[in-house]
């Protein structure tokens, strides 16, 4: 028995924030923004938009897609640094949204890995047997995270949410393979929001650092991120015995289109087969790889039997790479 994807849905907030509007906040430019990175805008949730929200819009339309109603959910596992409250999880508040008594809800927190490290989870419990449907989301609102007087990092992130409903296959063609995950714990200073936790809690002091915004050291990062992956997705392949020829489409994580065509070449993969909305959407953390699929899924580019191989990597470090039966 394995874990089959039988819904996506994704959203984004209506707020457009373009390269040519953070000029006028910071010193960039549109150039520098899409030769670095590749985005060209994001999107930003509105004052009343909190995560749970995001990732409510998102669970609607995957469910519609699976056909699972919301009160028959078994489990929810949200992905998700920016929950709407430090407690109760973001998964809690979005069960009671979604009027759902049945279920066990909890968020994972793996910053851009987070949706993997949640689909793995679900996975578990649906292969154990232990339920037989599963709602598993990656969301953020980190434009409520980001110091937007830093270009060094207000220029990448964006808000969305992305779901995937799973449920349990005997067709011996598809579904959830090998997910094999990574943590580098010793990276954990080269991207982070120091304040606002048990080592800095919220204090006027933590306010006037900017602790409670998020710190990045980007070229670290960047290096990390490219080998990680790399090795990550090679593993997650030879576990199935297949080679990166063997791959139909990839889901990768969008934070950056200069990392994911270094991956893509490493693994002599060409560009063609990973789906891109970066330029739409900068980087979404963990709502990034299950908006990302359901993209790919509603364009109709996911057949059943294709070989999807899906990778993030965020902060922690951690990451991720799992490869998917449609
Ligand atoms: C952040 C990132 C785009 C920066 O690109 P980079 O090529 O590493 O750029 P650097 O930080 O080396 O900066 C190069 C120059 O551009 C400048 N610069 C930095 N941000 C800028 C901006 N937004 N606009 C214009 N110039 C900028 C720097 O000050 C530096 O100038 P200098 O050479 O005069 O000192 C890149 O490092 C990156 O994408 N890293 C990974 C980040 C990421 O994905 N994080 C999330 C992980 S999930």
Redesign the pocket.
Do not use: K, Q
């Given at each position: 028995m394995r874990s089959l994807i039988t819904g996506t849905g994704s959203y984004a907030p209506a707020k457009v924030l373009t390269n040519a509007d953070l000029e006028k906040m910071?010193?960039?430019?549109d150039q520098?923004?899409v030769e670095?990175?590749g985005i060209k805008e994001r999107r930003i949730a509105a004052p009343d938009e909190a995560s749970s929200d995001l990732a409510y819009q998102a669970s609607l339309r995957a469910l519609e897609q699976s056909g699972v109603k919301a009160e028959d959910l078994e489990l929810i596992v949200v992905g998700t640094i920016t929950p709407d409250y430090p407690f109760p999880s973001c998964a809690a508040v979005l069960q009671g949204r979604l009027g759902n008594k049945k279920a066990f809800a909890f968020d994972v927190s793996a910053?851009?890995a987070g949706s993997l490290y949640a689909l793995s989870v679900a996975d578990r419990f649906l292969t154990s047997g232990q339920v037989k449907n599963a709602l598993v989301i990656g969301v953020e609102t980190l434009s409520r995270i980001t110091d937007w007087t830093d270009?060094?990092t207000c220029?990448?992130f964006g808000d969305a949410a992305g779901a995937m409903v799973l449920q349990p296959t005997d067709d011996p063609r598809r579904g959830l393979r090998s997910v094999k995950l990574h943590s580098d714990g010793s990276l954990v200073s080269i991207?982070l929001m120091p304040g606002g936790g048990s080592r800095e809690p919220i204090s006027q002091k933590v306010v006037d650092a900017k602790s409670h915004y998020v710190k990045?050291n980007?070229?670290e990062?960047?290096k990390v991120?490219v080998r990680a992956l790399e090795e990550c997705c090679r593993e997650a392949l030879a576990e199935e015995k297949l080679s990166p020829s063997d791959v139909t489409w990839v889901c990768a994580?969008q934070?950056?289109k200069?990392?994911i065509d270094a991956t893509l070449q490493r693994l002599d993969l060409p560009p063609e087969k990973c789906w891109m909305n970066l330029e739409k959407y900068g980087?979404t953390?963990a709502a990034s790889v299950p908006m990302t699929l359901d993209e790919a899924n509603r364009a109709g580019w996911l057949k059943p039997g294709d070989v999807v191989l899906m990778m993030a990597?965020?902060?922690g470090m951690a990451w991720g790479a799992s490869v998917l039966r449609w």
């Open positions: 910071v010193a960039t430019n520098w923004i670095r990175t910053a851009c270009r060094n220029i990448l991207l990045m980007g070229r990062v960047f991120a994580h934070a950056n200069r990392i980087n953390s990597i965020g902060a």
